[in-house]
């Protein structure tokens, strides 16, 4: 890939990016300012977009393995997004509020621009929206399993070059982690200064602005890439094809998608793969990061929105910083000779006077590669959950425990502050701020050197014609374990209980870790090597044999008695 293709697909990667991110937050004000009075629209409007991706993802991704085209899947999914943010702009400009001041975000008089908004029709609006809405998330993932698990490992250079398969990784995510933390800031300060009009106008125009840019660029880095050109081979594209087009009846075409979905979660755990993807799935059921159930427990335990606005810009800075550690990670910890086992062969020994994978060339940089993800991504998640121990022994102390009586004694809620206490007599809220803030952006860092070493280990470690359905059943799970997320919060509703939330959050970190080890243990053979270890202390014991036997020498030269 040369530097011209490489900044053509980033530049199509940033507007696609740019435009999900802005309408992904834009889309809450919206809801917040249609309906002002209550959170069921926002319920709805989540629990909708979740399942659809819950139910379709996988579908999404097999749609994306079939098409033979990369360049006509890529405008697709470019295009239906544009098609959907577009016609939603539109429907939200005739029921969100004239402008954003309070006095305005109020429903008694259902008038906008003259055009009147009975409950039924605005009812009718929202519907609307939110079928626009499944085909912006659905869209916008396709977008995602096009570019990342296919343009970008097709046109990637080989390993070790420039514009390689971890560099390209990085710098994708990198563009995708700030236009996360700047494009809701940029939409919020246009919405304030403004209107909630004035915002769903740029949201739409700022669409309809890089609709064609981002096609240009697809088109340029296509045109100048053959190996994108080349038509994908898909093993059961024919088989398929010929069930579509048979007159079966609407029941069997239930049943035929039923069963094409049972297979692809068959093929998802019958890969390599399947652990670590199911691992970084399971993090999603951590509410400790700076998700709304998490703000919301801040602001309730008397945290300014100031404060933690910076505490979440801080945590933005450290996880773009991870796009930048990864690829020299990954390079450094991929140095390592006689380490184990390379795809379930054995590797040969340091005396054997072989490469790593006792092959030269290309073979030799993908073990090396290998091995540095699989090593670092070790590392990353195991950063992640020792970090988030002190933050939640920090959310426990600053929790409100019930009060328990004399003749009960203290409950299993004060244990952990109880053991705070004991570590540090008197733990002060700036202290306990602090502790929270800095371990929980810190563990940012290690949660995102996990995605990005899992992204390409599921990129390198799939076949080709089922890379991005596998992908799309990961998805699947994302959703499934965001969703129990929220359903366990709706439970655990009050701030004082959302120290268990925390607990449980820090648990499912914990088996994340002890299942990514587990596989790591497996691919590689060891996680430790127990006989360095054992010649290190052998090392030792004799440097201090040594050193014994110097000093006995002392003595029988009569050097120690002058000492005396």
């Known amino acids: 890939m040369s530097r011209s293709q490489a900044y053509n697909l980033y530049t199509s990667h940033f507007l696609s990016t740019w435009n999900v991110r802005?309408?992904?937050?834009?889309?809450?004000?919206?809801?917040?300012?249609?309906?002002?009075?209550?959170?069921?629209?926002?319920?709805?409007?989540?629990?909708?977009?979740?399942?659809?991706?819950?139910?379709?993802?996988s579908m999404v991704g097999r749609w994306v393995d079939q098409n033979p085209n990369r360049l006509k899947t890529l405008l697709g999914t470019i295009s239906a997004n544009r098609f959907a943010v577009i016609s939603a702009s539109i429907l939200w400009f005739f029921i969100v509020a004239a402008n954003s001041s309070p006095p305005s975000l109020t429903l008694s008089n259902y008038e906008t621009i003259g055009i009147p908004t009975h409950p039924l029709f605005k009812g009718g609006i929202f519907t609307l929206i939110l079928l626009l809405g499944i085909l912006e998330c659905l869209s916008a993932s396709g977008n995602m399993l096009s570019m990342e698990r296919d343009w970008v490992i097709t046109a990637a250079s080989p390993a070790g070059q420039a514009y390689d398969l971890t560099h390209l990784n990085s710098v994708m995510r990198r563009i995708d982690l700030i236009?996360?933390?700047?494009?809701?800031?940029?939409?919020?300060?246009?919405?304030?200064?403004?209107?909630?009009?004035?915002?769903?106008?740029?949201?739409?125009?700022?669409?309809?602005?890089?609709?064609?840019v981002e096609i240009f660029c697809a088109r340029?880095?296509?045109?100048?890439?053959?190996?994108?050109?080349?038509?994908?081979?898909?093993?059961?594209?024919?088989?398929?094809?010929?069930?579509?087009?048979?007159?079966?009846?609407?029941?069997?075409?239930?049943?035929?998608?039923?069963?094409?979905?049972?297979?692809?979660?068959?093929?998802?755990?019958?890969?390599?793969?399947?652990?670590?993807?199911?691992?970084l799935a399971l993090l999603h059921l951590s509410a400790l990061s700076y998700s709304a159930t998490f703000i919301t427990f801040l602001l309730s335990t008397g945290f300014s929105l100031q404060l933690i606005t910076i505490a979440r810009a801080a945590g933005s800075v450290v996880e773009i910083s991870s796009t930048v550690v990864t690829p020299v990670g990954v390079q450094y910890l991929g140095k390592a000779r006689n380490h184990g086992r390379f795809r379930g062969r054995d590797v040969l020994g340091d005396?054997?006077?072989?490469?790593?994978?006792?092959?030269?060339?290309?073979?030799?940089?993908?073990?090396?590669?290998?091995?540095?993800?699989e090593r670092l991504g070790l590392w990353g998640i195991s950063w992640q959950l020792l970090n988030l121990i002190p933050v939640v022994f920090a959310l426990w102390s600053l929790s409100p425990t019930s009060s328990s009586s004399p003749e009960s004694g203290p409950g299993p809620e004060s244990f952990l502050p109880n053991l705070l206490t004991a570590v540090i007599p008197h733990p002060s809220p700036p202290l306990l701020a602090f502790t929270l803030f800095t371990f929980l952006s810190l563990s940012r860092l290690g949660l995102w050197i996990y995605d990005l070493t899992t992204q390409q280990l599921t990129q390198t470690l799939t076949s080709s014609s089922t890379r991005s359905s596998f992908t799309g059943v990961e998805y699947s799970f994302v959703s499934l374990f965001e969703l129990a997320q929220n359903i366990m919060a709706i439970i655990l509703s009050r701030p004082k209980d959302f120290k268990w939330i925390a607990?449980?959050?820090?648990?499912?970190?914990?088996?994340?870790?002890?299942?990514?080890?587990?596989?790591?243990?497996?691919?590689r053979g060891h996680l430790v090597h127990w006989e360095r270890l054992g010649k290190g202390c052998e090392c030792v014991v004799g440097r201090e044999h040594q050193h014994l036997g110097w000093r006995g020498r002392a003595r029988v030269l009569g050097w120690g008695a002058g000492r005396r």
């Not at 309408?23 to 709805?44: C, M, Q, R, V």
């Not at 049943?255 to 979660?265: E, I, S, W």
């Not at 870790?513 to 596989?519: C, E, H, L």
Request: with cysteine; hydrophobic share 45%; aromatic share 8%.
């Open 220 to 279: 340029r880095v296509w045109n100048r890439n053959p190996r994108l050109q080349e038509l994908k081979s898909s093993g059961v594209g024919g088989e398929l094809g010929t069930q579509v087009l048979s007159p079966v009846g609407m029941v069997n075409r239930v049943l035929q998608g039923l069963h094409r979905y049972a297979q692809d979660f068959k093929m998802y755990f019958s890969s390599t793969v399947c652990i670590p993807s199911l691992a």
């Open 179 to 212: 236009c996360k933390l700047i494009a809701p800031i940029l939409i919020s300060i246009i919405v304030s200064a403004t209107s909630t009009r004035i915002g769903v106008i740029v949201v739409g125009g700022m669409s309809a602005a890089s609709w064609a």
């Open 351 to 373: 005396g054997d006077g072989e490469t790593l994978l006792g092959l030269d060339g290309v073979e030799d940089r993908e073990g090396r590669t290998e091995t540095g993800l």
């Open 503 to 523: 607990l449980v959050s820090l648990l499912a970190v914990g088996l994340s870790t002890g299942m990514y080890a587990a596989w790591v243990a497996r691919m």
């Open 22 to 57: 802005t309408y992904e937050f834009a889309a809450i004000i919206f809801t917040a300012s249609a309906y002002p009075d209550t959170l069921t629209a926002a319920a709805i409007r989540g629990i909708v977009r979740t399942l659809a991706s819950i139910c379709f993802s």
